[in-house]
C-alpha cells in the first residue's frame, strides 16, 4: 500500500484534537484557556475531518469519508454557533442542512438494505452503528431544521446546541483512534475493555454537561457569549 505524505498531518491533527478537546472539556467554559482549546480543537478537528475524507475516498473506504464528512460538519456548526449571537442564522446554515440530512437518509437505507438481506455487519461495521449514526446525523438536521424555522437559538439552548455538536465530533475522534486505531498500542493492551474508557469518555461528558446546561439553574438565565466577548460563562 502506498504512503500518502498526507497521512502524517491527518495523524497529528488527530492527535492535537484529542489532547485540545481534552483540554476544553476541564478548562471553566467561557474563560480564555477554554476559548484557546476550543480555537485549536476547532482547526485539528477541521484538519483531521477533510484529511479523513481524502484518505477514505483514495482507499474507496465509503464509512471513513461520512464520518469524516460528517465530523466536519458538526464542528463547523458548533464553531458557527458560538461566533453569533442570539437569533442569528445565515445561507450557510441551509447548505450545512443538506449534510446531515443526506447522509443520516442514506444511512438509514444501507442498515434496512442490510437487515433485509439478513446481514448483521458489513466490513467490519455493526449493521446497529447504521442505524445508530443515522439518527444523530437525522437529529442534526432536525436540530438545523427547528432553528431556521424558529430565526436562531436562544440562550442556553444555543449552548447547548454548540456543546453537543463539539462533543460528539469530539467522540468520534476518540472512538475512531482508541477502538479503531489499535495496532497503534502495546499488544497487551490490543482489544482491550479499557480503551472503551477514553473512548466513550466523551459521551459521558456530553450526557453530563447537556443535563447542567438544560436542567439545573447554572444556565437557565445565562446566554452564550460570542467569541471574543468579556462576559464569561460560569460552570
Not at 56 to 79: D, R
Not at 99 to 109: K, M, N, Q, S, T
Not at 135 to 160: E, H, N, P, Y
Not at 194 to 218: H, K, Y
Request: charge should be positive; charged fraction near 10%.
Amino acid at each position: 500500500m502506498s504512503f500518502s505524505p498526507l497521512l502524517p498531518v491527518h495523524i497529528s491533527a488527530g492527535v492535537t484534537g484529542i489532547l485540545s478537546g481534552a483540554a476544553a472539556m476541564c478548562f471553566r467554559k467561557g474563560s480564555a484557556r477554554h476559548a484557546l482549546a476550543g480555537k485549536v480543537f476547532v482547526i485539528a478537528m477541521l484538519t483531521l475531518g477533510a484529511s479523513a475524507v481524502y484518505l477514505a475516498f483514495m482507499k474507496h473506504q465509503l464509512g471513513n469519508v461520512l464520518g469524516g464528512t460528517f465530523t466536519f460538519y458538526l464542528v463547523t456548526t458548533a464553531w458557527a454557533t458560538a461566533g453569533r449571537g442570539d437569533g442569528e442564522t445565515s445561507i450557510f446554515d441551509w447548505v450545512a442542512l443538506l449534510i446531515p440530512l443526506a447522509l443520516g437518509i442514506g444511512l438509514w437505507i444501507s442498515g434496512l438494505e442490510l437487515v433485509h438481506r439478513h446481514t448483521w455487519s458489513k466490513d467490519g461495521v455493526p449493521t446497529g452503528m447504521y442505524f445508530f449514526m443515522g439518527s444523530v446525523m437525522l437529529l442534526a438536521a432536525t436540530g438545523d431544521i427547528r432553528m431556521l424555522v424558529r430565526g436562531g437559538v436562544f440562550g442556553a439552548k444555543r449552548i447547548v446546541r454548540h456543546l453537543w455538536r463539539m462533543c460528539f465530533g469530539f467522540f468520534i475522534a476518540t472512538g475512531s483512534f482508541f477502538l479503531g486505531q489499535q495496532q497503534v498500542f502495546p499488544a497487551w493492551l490490543r482489544g482491550s475493555s479499557v480503551l472503551f474508557i477514553p473512548a466513550l469518555l466523551p459521551l459521558v461528558l456530553l450526557i453530563f454537561w447537556l443535563f447542567r446546561v438544560r436542567f439545573t439553574n447554572a444556565y437557565k438565565r445565562m446566554s452564550m457569549p460570542r467569541r471574543g466577548d468579556v462576559n464569561s460563562l460560569r460552570t
